[in-house]
Nanobody
């Protein structure tokens, strides 16, 4: 019932920044908890960051804490991932996900809708 489309990926040098966007369909965007996951080459998909429906609560993987910031603009039906101080190990396909649970969750099976992914490549 909700469609998610990521954008903003690309090639960046280590230490640089990128801002990913995830545009969602529907009129009840604020009712969804949102999250970002990523899949690096040769690895399984892992949790990156999550945000509650109203944007008041966030959660981050230890590997990105202090460097990445998740935010949302419910008026625009969009969630963002600001990525600073990027490292080569951040290279991955990044996916946006939505859950009917408004809390910021970390488990991938809690999310019912997924975007197609956007590739982030960090060169050294």
């Amino acid at each position: 019932q909700v469609q998610l489309v990521e954008s903003g990926g690309g090639l960046v040098q280590a230490g640089g920044s990128l801002r990913l966007s995830c545009a969602a369909s529907g009129r009840t965007f604020s009712a969804y908890g949102m999250a970002w996951f990523r899949r690096a080459p040769g690895k399984e998909r892992e949790f990156v960051a999550a945000i509650s429906g109203c944007g008041g609560s966030t959660d981050y993987a230890d590997s990105v804490k202090g460097r990445f910031t998740i935010s949302r603009d419910n008026a625009k039906n969009t969630v963002y991932l600001q990525m600073n101080s990027l490292k080569p190990e951040d290279t991955a396909v990044y996916y946006c996900a939505a859950s009917v649970i408004r809390l910021p969750l970390r488990q991938s099976d809690a999310f019912n809708a997924w975007g197609q992914g956007t590739l982030v490549t960090v060169s050294s």
